[in-house]
Nanobody, 123 residues
Framework: AIQLVESGGGSVEAGGSLRLSCVAS????????MAWFRQVPGQKREGVVV???????HTADFVKDRFTVSQDNNRKKLTLQMNKLKPEDTAMYYC?????????????????WGQGTQVSVSS
């Protein structure tokens, strides 16, 4: 089974930075799609960044030029560097992964999720 564990959330003031990590306990599959999502209570979960090893990479407009995703070489750790944080970035952030390319995940959805890590940004 694939397990995802997020860490790094916390509380910061507007303009500050946080770094979220997602550690994946999975073998190296042929292909993958990984993502960060966020959700505010009572609102729909929204994608922050989604990418795969086919070259697909989509970053939401509301975080472009502020958030950066990186991955270690063995695909075990996913990092989301969040800079210039705004109060509207306050949410629970989730890591998600799947073992096929994102074009397939678009139809199937992600089957593997972390437990989430809370990010709170004060004005």
């Amino acid at each position: 089974a694939i397990q995802l564990v997020e860490s790094g959330g916390g509380s910061v003031e507007a303009g500050g930075s946080l770094r979220l990590s997602c550690v994946a306990s999975w073998h190296t599959y042929s292909h993958y799609c990984m993502a960060w999502f966020r959700q505010v209570p009572g609102q729909k979960r929204e994608g922050v960044v989604v990418f795969d090893d086919y070259g697909y990479n989509h970053t939401a407009d509301f975080v472009k030029d502020r958030f950066t995703v990186s991955q270690d070489n063995n695909r075990k750790k996913l990092t989301l560097q969040m800079n210039k944080l705004k109060p509207e970035d306050t949410a629970m952030y989730y890591c998600a992964a799947e073992v096929w390319e994102c074009s397939v995940v678009r139809s199937t959805g992600f089957g593997h999720w972390g437990q989430g890590t809370q990010v709170s940004v004060s004005s």
